[in-house]
C-alpha cells in the first residue's frame, strides 16, 4: 500500500510538472533566440556558437569567422534612444473595414504636446509572407514616428487564404480614403504621406508607393520589388520544399499558374514605375536568405533611371527583417530613418 501511494504521488508530481510546462507555453513564456549584433540567429555547438543558418549563408560567398563578432551573442541595450522617444503619443483603434468572415482594423499613432499640426503621416503595412502577420507588429515603429511629428497609421490587409493580392490592393485603397475622412480629426497634412513596411508589407509599400497619386515618400524594408524574381529567379534563398508549398499559396493569392508568371509584374513595383517616383529610402539586410538583397540594388536602379531620389541603407550581414531592437545599428537605423522622413516633408512645405 505504501509503494502504491509513493508511485501515485510519484506520478502526480510529474504531471504537475508537465502541467507547469503547459502553462508557461500557453502563455508565451518561450525562450528568445540567441542573436549576434547583426539579428542572426546564434546557436550552440559544443562550447561556442554559430548562426543557425550557416549553411545558407554560404551563398554569400564570405567566410563568417572573419566577421567581426559573428558567432558571438550580443544583447542590445539603447544608448541613443530613451523610452520617452516611444511614448511622447497616443494610440486609437478602428476597424476600417468588414468582409463576411474576417474585419480589418487599423491603429493610428498621433504625436502628443508636439502642437496642433498639420503633421505629415506614414501607414505602416506589416509583413509575414502574405499569409500572417499583425499590423501590431509595427507598434514599436509607429510610436517612435508618432513621438517625433509624423502621424503613423498602421493597417492590417487580406492575407492568403481570406483572399487575393487584388482584395489586398482594394484594401489599400479603402484604408487611405478611410484616412482622408479622418484627416481633420487626426490633424493630417493629407499632401503629405507615405508608406513603409517590412518583406510582403516591404512589397505592399513599394507598390503604394508608386502607384498611389500623391506619395511623397517609400521605405520599404527588405521587401521583393520584383515578384516573378522573387519567386522564381533565386530558389538558392529557399529550402525546395518549403517553396513549393508556399509557392502553391502564392498562385491562389496573385491569380496566377506555371504558364502565366508574368502576371506577378502586376504587383512588382519595378515594373510600374510611371513619372517621377516618390522619394525612396531602401532598407536591406546584406545576409537576407528569404528576399535577395539584389531586389533593393535593381529597384533602385530603375526608380534613378526615372528621375527618383533614392538611398539604400544596407544593413550589413543582416538576416531577413534585421531591422529592429535586436541589432547593433537599431538606434541609428531608426534615427536616420526619422532624419530622411523630415527631410523630405520638410521639402515640401511651403
Not at 543557425?52 to 554560404?58: G, P, S, V
Not at 506619395?215 to 522573387?230: E, N, Q, R, S, T
Not at 527618383?308 to 545599428?329: L, S
Request: net charge positive; with cysteine; hydrophobic share 35%.
Amino acid at each position: 500500500m505504501k509503494a502504491l501511494n509513493m508511485r501515485y504521488i510519484g506520478m502526480l508530481l510529474i504531471f504537475l510538472a508537465i502541467g507547469r510546462v503547459g502553462v508557461s507555453a500557453q502563455n508565451g513564456q518561450k525562450k528568445k533566440p540567441v542573436l549576434n549584433r547583426y539579428g542572426q540567429v546564434l546557436i550552440r555547438k559544443g562550447d561556442n556558437w554559430q548562426p543557425r543558418a550557416a549553411d545558407q549563408l554560404r551563398v554569400f560567398g564570405v567566410n563568417l569567422d572573419t566577421i567581426k563578432d559573428f558567432n558571438v551573442p550580443y544583447k542590445y541595450k539603447p544608448t541613443k534612444l530613451k523610452e520617452e522617444d516611444f511614448k511622447n503619443c497616443t494610440m486609437e483603434h478602428y476597424v476600417y473595414k468588414k468582409y463576411a468572415n474576417y474585419e480589418l482594423p487599423l491603429e493610428v499613432d498621433l504625436p502628443k504636446n508636439q502642437g496642433k499640426g498639420p503633421f505629415p503621416y506614414m501607414v505602416l503595412i506589416h509583413g509575414g509572407g502574405f499569409q500572417g502577420g499583425s499590423y501590431r507588429s509595427m507598434n514599436r515603429l509607429g510610436s517612435f514616428l508618432a513621438s517625433h511629428g509624423i502621424v503613423a497609421v498602421r493597417i492590417e490587409y487580406t492575407l492568403a487564404g481570406n483572399g487575393t493580392r487584388a482584395d489586398a490592393r482594394q484594401d489599400m485603397l479603402d484604408a487611405m480614403e478611410f484616412i482622408k475622412q479622418h484627416g481633420e480629426k487626426w490633424n493630417l497634412d493629407l499632401d503629405l504621406f507615405g508608406f513603409t513596411g517590412a518583406s510582403a508589407g516591404g512589397n505592399l509599400a513599394s507598390y503604394m508607393g508608386v502607384t498611389y497619386p500623391g506619395a511623397k515618400v517609400m521605405v520599404p524594408i527588405c521587401g521583393p520589388h520584383d515578384l516573378k524574381m522573387h519567386f522564381f529567379d533565386n530558389k538558392v534563398f529557399y529550402n525546395p520544399a518549403k517553396m513549393e508549398e508556399k509557392l502553391g499559396l502564392m498562385k491562389k493569392y496573385f491569380e496566377f499558374d506555371d504558364t502565366t508568371k508574368d502576371k506577378l509584374k502586376k504587383y512588382s513595383p519595378i515594373y510600374l514605375l510611371s513619372g517621377t517616383p516618390p522619394s525612396a529610402l531602401l532598407i536591406h539586410g546584406t545576409f537576407d536568405t528569404s528576399v535577395d538583397f539584389q531586389q533593393d540594388l535593381n529597384f533602385a536602379k530603375a526608380l534613378e533611371a526615372k528621375g527618383g531620389q533614392v538611398e539604400i541603407r544596407p544593413i550589413m550581414y543582416g538576416p531577413h527583417a534585421a531591422f529592429g531592437p535586436n541589432t547593433a545599428t537599431y538606434e541609428d537605423d531608426m534615427l536616420y530613418m526619422l532624419s530622411f522622413l523630415r527631410r523630405i516633408f520638410n521639402g515640401y512645405k511651403k
